[in-house]
């Protein structure tokens, strides 16, 4: 049995495969937590790695290639003061950048893995199913058309690490799991801590504060519970041109939250455990703006805006999550048995706005031409129950040992739309008397637009772990899984590592998965406003099933599928030095995506359709293309003393290419391929996030003082244009940029220490380009590392 500590430093300089991030790890530094007295009280237990089910696992006993990142210090001491883009700055295969003029896309950040979709990421608590939002990404250069996880719902001080397993997990874990899973560990430790953080952009505006909180006390016979609490106040931030009425930047977000985690010893390895959670937060982005002229009477009112306008899309977001389990021994066997609930609700209110068919119609009647200024637009809900059996046992007397487990999962989602006030959808001066039906900005949700659905999903697994001699290992799984909307699958996979030498060690996996599509895909609908080369077009996104998608032609969704392979190798040429190597491909067929935007030009038999519904263009979720996702994860990590101090490097890289290899359109949209699956379209799949992502890392500690320097380089990246290169215009290409952070710590005791540092201290942006043809109408997209530039940012971290 090892401690935690241990775990991690053998991830770090043993021949294993879990691989640290030690520059921005906690035991990089002299006065980490632990080291400060918040140790944990589970000093003999064992470590649980992704991926593994393993009662008696350590950090080197599984054939894939882990990441094991100690969230300690950068709780600490961190210039990021949220979760995703914590980890953006971390780890090369993960990927999350703030959008922004992209609507509910930029209320929630969204993240991926290895360059794929934020919903083929699955994401883990404490080694259970956490849910997904409500939010289907339908703008912004990322993950468009995806669910996903909302990371920055758990505050950083409740977690004590983060696992990243960069392999595809379908068959130990369920849907979701395509590129990988993550697996967040929470804080189980006793003590208090507390951390005040500030920060702000270096033009003066986005200014964030971030009071965090963390207390772990004894509870019954050696229990523990762990209590954070956090408020987070981040400000809003405008790079737009000077006149220019749009508001381009960060989201102005308020939030709090609360987490409980505990557990509560009931004998010789028994436990009852338990996580709650629970954050509200409200946030408020900007639309494109209305101008006092053009956009009269049809999208603005000269008694209200005579100079014109900017709407606030405001979003109040409510997520809860919630574990209840009990762990026992019976006789050699370890049983687990779990609850989990998750909820994610987001319901929107548009402010400074109007409905300008309501104004025109009070105009026309002898009025000044007025009409509500903010409107309750309606919302969306998501929630998801999860009911998980497991048990496991090792055998020693087979070959060199063989752990074999087996369980059953059940699982029921529920997924609500809910409609605006009247006033927020509806045309009220009528056809062809100018004024725009809806709120400028974001029209309401429709009484058409209303949903109420469920489905219920139940799997069984068994997963076999044998080490066949002491340098051959083998796992292998199969999961059996049955939806109620569409049917079963049948996953499996094959791991196996080899230990060559003493300090080289070989991996690989083969594997199958799938990706169940999700309810919001499924059922979601609206219509809404787009603006193509500053021209405003009303666009429906059609549910599947409904009138639009059957009149065409658009088949009901089924499951993705996956084939993984990888290949890697891991070598320690000395106690301080440790590199790993990984080559992947995964291959999709029947990808669900967001299909281009079919109008009367384009498809004519569907004209007459939108023509009575009132909009200009549809769209639509469908199973319409292949893709093959080909990679390589590095890491390389070094510890020396250098002087009378300390210093760890840390070299992290993730190169990912992915390529949409077919198309494949229903029989009703054969010849329309190119509407399909637009240019443009088809590059937000490929080049979304930057194929190569590298992180440089320097940490120095001597004494009482520490620094930390890290390179972070982002590859190019090429977007599609609303025009398109048939129309002669080039797409959007976005140059290779390199940033860097630095910060400097001062220990004035144990328990007291004080951060400041600057992030992206060059001020690199992305490169320019025609802000008419980009997806936010800026002069350029959310990519890379996002368009704020240059930010300076202190933290006071203090133990009780």
Partial sequence: MMTIRKAVLLALYGAGTVTALAPFSAFAQNTSAAENGLESTAQAATVTVVGSRRANSSSTNTPLPVDFISLSKVAEQGGQFDLAQTLQYLSPSFNSTRQTGADGADLIDSAALRGLGSDQTLVLVNGKRRHTTALVNLFGARNRGNTGTDLNAIPMMAISNVQILRDGAAAQYGSDAIAGVMDIGLKKSLGCEAVLGYSQYSVGDGQSYLPSAYCGVEIGNKGVLGITVEYNDRGRSNRAEPGDLRTIGDTKVQGSTVYLNGELPNGEGNKFYFTLGAQHRKASSAAWGRNGTDDIPSRNSAAMYPNGFVPYINGDINDVYGTAGYRWQLGEWTADL?????????????????????????LLAGGKGISPSSFDAGGFSFSQATTNLDFSRFYSGFMNGVNFAFGGEYRRENYKISAGEANSYIDADGVGFGGNAGSQGFPGFQQADRTNQSRNSIAAYVDVETDVSKQFKVQTALRAEHYSDFGSTLTGKLAASYQLTEGMMFRGSLSTGFRAPSLQQVYFSSTFTDFIGGVPTDVVLAPNGGTVANAAGIPKLKEEKSKNYSFGITLKPSNTFAITADLYRIDISDRIVLSGRFDSDNYPALGATLGALGVGQAQFFVNSINTKTQGLDLTASHK???????????????????????????????????????????????????RLKATLGFDYSQGSWAGDFKIIHFGEQTLGTFSGTAAGVPNAYYAPKTSAD???????????????????????????????????????????????GTAYFARLWMKF
């Avoid at 779990?338 to 209110?349: D, F, I, K, R, V």
């Avoid at 290419?657 to 391929?673: I, M, N, Q, R, Y």
């Avoid at 600057?758 to 590392?785: A, H, L, M, R």
């Fill in 338 to 362: 779990s609850q989990t609930y998750g909820y994610n609700e987001l319901m929107y209110n548009i402010s400074n706005t109007l409905n300008a068919s309501i104004a025109n119609k009070d």
């Fill in 640 to 690: 020396t003393n250098l002087g009378a101090g300390k210093l760890s490097t840390y070299l992290g890289l993730n190169y990912s290419k992915t390529e949409v290899t077919d198309v494949k359109a229903p029989p009703s949209l054969l010849g329309f391929e190119d509407v399909l699956l637009s240019e443009r379209e088809r590059l937000f799949i490929e080049q979304g996030g930057p």
């Fill in 742 to 788: 630095t910060s400097l710590t001062y220990a004035f005791n144990e328990r007291t220490k004080l951060t400041l540092g600057v992030n992206n201290i060059f001020n690199v942006k992305p490169s320019e380009q025609n802000p008419n043809e980009t997806d936010n109408g800026f002069k350029y997209d959310s990519v890379q590392f996002g368009l704020n």
